[in-house]
């Protein structure tokens, strides 16, 4: 188990770039789900994915932002045109098919500012 | 729409003594799960306990537990013992079904804990 992978761990970027992050779940996990966290609040979730289909989406996924996982796996999130306030942190997590008590298990998150 | 509270934004705890932290919640569902994660100042999210709706005992991990009162809506989480390591944002987190399929975790906005030697 070598836990949920997210890159890269830092991203600075000019207001107007693209951005893209990938996360890597653990690796029998076919849950996988996005969560953007702004500095002293909790996480808010943004979209879900069990194996390749995308579920579920936040109202906060503006179509600025599109989230993937083409074969199940690894996901990417990309943000286009950022704007400054899209400055947060934002974790992935993954958690197993079975089981409502199963807990997510979150990467160290990707933390994005927006000059 | 499920809601998740923590009153208390920040807490001091004095090293070895036990401290309470609150968590309210909102829910028209009857079979509902609860989550506390830590956060230390690193930034990863790590489990600590989990309590079901229908669960009849308070569950407990080491020196974890938590007070779950359904009538209550309360699912507070007690740290006995606490060490300096212990020092880190708590959120409370509430399973909701998501109606396609699956289910995704409604977080509270957080406890700040700081133990003091």
């Known amino acids: 188990d070598t836990g949920v992978s997210q890159d890269p761990r830092h991203k600075i970027t000019k207001r107007g770039q693209n951005v893209t992050f990938r996360c890597d779940p653990i690796?029998?996990?076919?849950?996988l789900y996005w969560y953007r966290q702004t500095l002293g609040q909790g996480p808010e979730f943004l979209t879900y994915?069990?194996?390749?289909?995308?579920?579920?989406k936040s109202r906060l996924l503006s179509d600025r932002f599109s989230a993937e996982r083409p074969k199940g796996s690894f996901s990417t999130l990309e943000i286009q045109r950022t704007e400054q306030g899209d400055s947060a942190m934002y974790l992935c997590?993954?958690?197993?098919?079975?089981?409502?008590?199963?807990?997510?298990?979150f990467g160290n998150g990707t933390r994005l500012t927006v000059t | 729409a499920q809601k998740i509270t923590q009153t208390q934004p920040g807490m001091f705890v004095q090293e070895k003594e036990a401290v309470t932290l609150d968590c309210t919640y909102d829910?028209?569902?009857?079979?509902?799960?609860l989550f506390w994660y830590k956060q230390p100042s690193s930034g990863e999210m790590i489990f600590l306990i989990y309590?079901?709706?229908?669960?009849?005992q308070n569950a407990t991990e080491g020196r974890y537990s938590l007070n779950f009162q359904k009538a209550r809506k309360s699912a507070n989480l007690v740290i006995s013992a606490s060490q300096l390591g212990d020092s880190a944002m708590y959120f409370c987190a509430m399973r909701e079904v998501i109606k396609a399929a699956g289910n995704k975790l409604t977080f509270g906005g957080g406890t700040r804990v700081l133990v003091k030697p």
């Open positions: 309590q079901g709706s229908y669960d009849e």
């Open positions: 997590a993954s958690s197993p098919l079975t089981g409502g008590s199963s807990p997510l298990h």
């Open positions: 829910t028209s569902d009857q079979s509902y799960g």
């Open positions: 690796s029998e996990h076919n849950r």
């Open positions: 994915f069990q194996n390749e289909a995308q579920l579920e």
